[in-house]
């Protein structure tokens, strides 16, 4: 089990960046394979990026090339980076840690994109 905290969210100009951190518990989340997942009010939570432990990434097709997820394995972190943001992209962001039999979620951070 991980115990995960996001933070860095808030609000943005469309077009602007973010960079959201997870800061995860214990000493092997470089086993954890890593996902950000978002949900904005009354619509489902969806998959955004992932990093397995090999660091291999993967992106939503909203995501990609837009969105970029790394992960600091020295300081148990997770990042994503957001760039060109739209208005769309306003949720609620969540950070996943993933290892069979285990699966944690951190508390989310809200993300405003607005003018």
């Known amino acids: 089990q991980v115990q995960l905290v996001e933070s860095g969210g808030g609000l943005a100009q469309p077009g602007g960046s973010l960079r959201l951190s997870c800061a995860a518990s214990?000493?092997?989340?470089?086993?954890?394979?890593m996902s950000w997942y978002r949900q904005a009010p009354g619509k489902q939570r969806e998959w955004a990026a992932s990093?397995?432990?090999?660091?291999?990434?993967s992106y939503a097709d909203s995501a990609k090339d837009r969105f970029t997820i790394s992960r600091d394995n020295a300081k148990n972190t997770v990042y994503l980076q957001m760039n060109s943001l739209k208005p769309e992209d306003t949720a609620v962001y969540y950070c996943?840690?993933?290892?069979?039999?285990?699966?944690?979620w951190g508390q989310g951070t809200q993300v405003t994109v607005s003018s």
């Open positions: 996943n840690a993933a290892r069979v039999p285990y699966v944690s």
């Open positions: 214990g000493s092997i989340f470089r086993i954890y394979t």
């Open positions: 990093i397995t432990s090999g660091g291999s990434t």
